[in-house]
């Protein structure tokens, strides 16, 4: 065993602060590193700001929810949102777990192809898929998840005219017991229109209709509505069975699980009110026995989870630029990193930690980014010790939706590293230049030339 190394020893304070009716505010404490990787060394190599991702936790998180599933419903397959994150590396992560794709735009439908998904393998959803998108997938074998009527009599049309069968399904939406309802996307359930849109499917002989599709929200804090949802579609799935013999290959219930993010409003941390996975799981896979088939005649469940997944997986390293005592008294710190980054902090109160443990009171601060607009807020209120020029932050569950939500706005986005299960960092995302921003710019000749006085 290697000889630790000395290191001087800090008082920690027990903090008391202002009691709510739930309590003392949370103490927050320092992280040095993550997966083993000290921020210090992180930042040094990659500067800030710096999203970090997990590796290891990726494959974890995977692992540990398939499980859950496996161990309940003997076929489970997860198809990777590429929506929720789709950097080149991330997607690639799933796809060596045995992850399909599943995408929701032609751009996100290429690259799933360019990283090597083959058709069959890419679940292609979303309202706007266009003709040459749709001509494109049918060609190679994807599964093609119907919204609405246009689409359906676009893709016989297309089969006709290509002399191909598509592999389809529709997504249905339906009340769960949330509001209000995402009845905007698929074909309604109670209305009798999703099986209307299946009748149609059946009678086409260019369409084979492989299986039902629902995705009832996101961040959906109770297990109950999918119960609901799945009930639904296996009611559907019976009719199919029964009135026309159809077998269906699969039964998609979408994401929409939470992470452990903490949504804004709420007022205990989402650890301390969601359910667990394995509540979700249960709701989802018992009824799907009601269909009362055979092992072999099951259809396969289908996840699309992204944010649960991936959230707790990301971390964005920031730097404090200065910290300023408000007119009001309030203490603030301003970062380097803005909303422009984090689409995400609109909804959710992102936790933050320092990354060295500092002596001295805590107080409630507020956290703004780095942009000249007064919406740029990262949290409005979250217990701090004292901060200084210089001092480095780490911004939890940042791994769903702000590498595919953030904009370039004002700054230029930085570096996005992955640490490797056997601890080398590697960059997936090169920080961005002035270039990449004006590389598609054109500036009309008679626009190039001016005098300083106009
Ligand atoms: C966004 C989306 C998902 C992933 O949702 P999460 O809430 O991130 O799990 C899955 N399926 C469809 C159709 C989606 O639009």
Known sequence: MSKKIYEKPIIRKQQSGLMNKFGSPQIS????????????????????????FSE????????????IFKTRYPKVRFAWSYKTNYLSSICSVYHQEGSWAEVVSEFEY???????????????????????ALEKAIKEKALLHIDHFDELYSIKEITQHLNLKAR???????????????????????????MLALKRIIH???????????????????????????????????????????????????????????????????????????DYAEAITSPLFDLNLPTDELPTLVLETGRALIDDTGYLITSVIATKRLSTGKQSIIIDAGVNYLFTSHWFNHKILPTKEISGFTENT????????????????????????????????????????WMQFITLRPNVVLISEEGDVDVIREAEQLEDITAREKLPERLKEFTPDG
């Open 29 to 52: 404490r320092a992280v040095t590193a993550i997966d083993g990787i000290s921020i210090e060394k992180l930042t040094e190599q990659f500067g800030s700001p710096l999203f970090v």
């Open 56 to 67: 290891k936790q990726i494959r974890e998180n995977y692992r540990k929810l398939k499980r």
């Open 110 to 132: 290429d690259k799933a192809r360019n990283l090597g998904v083959a058709g069959e393998n890419i679940i292609f959803n979303g309202p706007d898929k266009t003709e040459a």
């Open 168 to 194: 389809v399904a529709i997504r249905v939406n339906m009340d769960t017991g949330i509001y209000p309802p995402w009845n905007r996307f698929g074909f309604n359930y109670e209305n009798g229109e999703a």
């Open 204 to 278: 086409e002989e260019n369409l084979e209709l492989v299986g039902l599709h629902t995705h009832i929200g996101t961040y959906i804090m109770s297990a109950e509505p999918y119960r609901q949802a799945v009930l639904k579609l296996v009611d559907l799935a019976k009719a199919l069975y029964d009135q026309y013999e159809v077998r269906l290959e699969y039964i998609d219930v979408g994401g929409g699980l939470p992470s452990f993010n903490t949504l804004k409003g709420q007022y205990l941390e989402a650890e301390q009110i969601l359910p667990t996975y394995e």
């Open 366 to 405: 507020i956290v703004y980014g780095p942009l000249c607009m007064n919406i740029d807020v990262i949290r409005e209120d979250v217990v701090l010790p004292p901060m200084h020029k210089g001092d480095k932050l780490v911004i939890f569950y940042v791994g769903a939706y702000s590498v595919t939500q």
